[in-house]
């Protein structure tokens, strides 16, 4: 039986992305033309019902996120679509942008009649150029079609979007700092609560989801609330579009149902497909650099979000980069440390100092100059981030380092003894390079 299934991205590379006639041909429009019937309510409890956890990173069930925000009787609220995505290992949010940016505007749309919202915002990352493109025509033909503007499908309902920019900034993917950066301020987290939903866009109540989240807004009222929820597990609702990337034989975003195996997703021949070359999995990295690695003994964990928490593993973006036996553990995370160093955005000290410090201690294991002691301070900095720094991108900066601390301690201990088992670190020095 095939392990794939493509309830969100059927359209991808089968119709013009921005044709309104196309889309409602493949039943584009109809989640809409329902949810204008219903009442706000009767939706939220749809995806209540569809347990529906945000595709963005943190899976906050979005149900209860949408009730938070209807509970508030403050008018106006905003709707956020953010399409920042700037997790390393994840292009999925790309393809919704690129393929079938209807069915995201039509997911938005449905919540702007949620929350009587007028206008919604997307933020598609600066590196998006050519996506962004497609969306604003996508945009411009659902006005044209009626879909989309003033008194939609000829209803009181008017609703607008508007598409904005980033400039490259990872932290402007956390939700804060990226509306602080839609307002035109520096993209830096605020400080919560207030939460979003009480003072976020121009200090209104605002919504902010992700793009695969608001993707499947249309389908979840469309087929309901129960069905959707049916293709997953009986926790994770639905479907996930997953990032496959490193060194893996089939590299590519692939929409899977929750509750198929890690194993699964890396060998099977219509997946993953197994390791790119002759060497063996070593290790692989989940939901981007701020996510855990998971290792061999987790392989078959079921892919949703309760049973890899079970196992300290996570869902995160739905990236997956599968890293071989030519790969040092060592080497890896200082690319990982190295990307932190790159995006912090400096506002407090242990995230700033902290990740320059975890990179050093690396360079000396790298090098075969640390000692004992280098490491336990490796591991007190790796407990320590996560509980000192400001916000997740501090937080989780050294999940990967304490998953491979935990897991691969003995090649960080080969290190100590000037032995890198992937014959990677050393090298230089020995060859006499510089
Ligand atoms: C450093 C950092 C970067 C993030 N980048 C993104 C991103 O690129 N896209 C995204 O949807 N969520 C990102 N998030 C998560 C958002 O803060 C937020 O949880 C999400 O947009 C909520 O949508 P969801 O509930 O639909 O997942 C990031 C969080 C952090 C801490
Ligand atoms: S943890 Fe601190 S320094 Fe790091 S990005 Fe967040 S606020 Fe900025």
């Known amino acids: 039986m095939s392990k794939l299934m ?49 595709r963005g990173g943190a899976g906050y069930p979005t149900g209860a996120k949408w009730q938070q925000l209807y509970d508030i ?9 953010n399409a920042d995505e700037g997790e390393p290992g994840t292009f999925k949010d790309k393809l919704f942008l ?6 995201v505007i039509e997911g938005m749309t449905i919540a702007g009649y949620v929350f009587n919202a007028q206008e919604g915002y997307i933020y598609i990352r600066g590196e998006y150029a050519a996506q962004q493109k497609v969306f604003q025509e996508a945009v411009d ?31 402007c993917g956390e939700n804060s700092a990226l509306l602080n950066s839609l307002e035109g301020k520096v993209g830096r987290p605020r400080v919560k609560p207030p939460h979003l939903a009480e003072v976020g866009l121009f200090e209104q109540p605002t919504l902010v989801n992700n793009v695969e989240s608001f993707a499947n807004i249309p389908t979840i009222v469309q087929i309901g ?12 609702g639905g479907t996930k579009l997953i990032c496959l990337s490193g060194n893996i034989a089939n590299p590519g975003v692939y929409e899977i149902p929750f509750g198929i195996t890690l194993r699964d997703i890396i060998f099977d021949e219509e997946l993953g497909g197994g390791p790119a070359g002759s060497k063996k999995v070593k290790f692989y990295h989940l939901g981007g650099q701020s996510g855990p690695c998971g290792f061999l003994p987790q392989l078959d964990t079921p892919y949703c979000y309760q ?23 060592i080497d890896y995370l200082l690319t990982v440390t190295q990307f932190f160093i790159h995006e912090s955005c400096g506002k407090c000290t242990p995230c700033r100092e902290g990740n320059k410090q975890i990179h050093v201690l690396l360079e ?23 509980k000192t720094s400001f916000c997740g991108l501090g ?32 090298t230089k020095q020995e060859s006499g390079e510089q």
């Open 6 to 54: 493509p309830l969100l991205s059927a359209n991808f590379g089968q119709i013009t992305p921005t044709s309104v006639e196309e889309y409602i041909g493949t039943g584009g429009f109809t989640g809409l033309r329902k949810a204008l019937k219903m009442t706000p309510q009767e939706i939220i409890d749809e995806v209540k019902t569809a347990k529906l956890r945000g």
């Open 73 to 81: 009787k403050h008018f106006p609220k905003y709707i956020v679509c």
């Open 98 to 103: 690129e393929k079938d940016p209807l069915r």
């Open 141 to 171: 033909q659902a006005v044209a079609a009626g879909y989309l503007g003033e008194n939609i499908l000829g209803t009181e309902f008017s609703y607008h979007i508007h598409v904005m920019t980033g400039a490259g900034a990872y932290i």
């Open 225 to 236: 609330g129960e069905k959707y929820l049916s293709y997953g597990t009986a926790e994770s």
């Open 307 to 329: 049973a890899l928490r079970e196992k300290g593993l996570s869902v995160g973006s739905g990236a997956i980069v599968v890293l071989d036996e030519s790969v040092c553990v």
């Open 364 to 386: 000396k294991l790298s090098q075969g100059k640390a000692t004992k002691a280098d490491l336990q301070l490796l591991q007190r900095l790796s407990n320590l981030l996560p």
């Open 395 to 426: 937080q989780a900066a050294a999940t990967a380092l304490s998953t491979c601390l935990k897991n691969l301690r003995s090649e960080f201990e080969a290190h100590l003894t000037g032995n890198c088992p992937a014959g990677v670190c050393f």
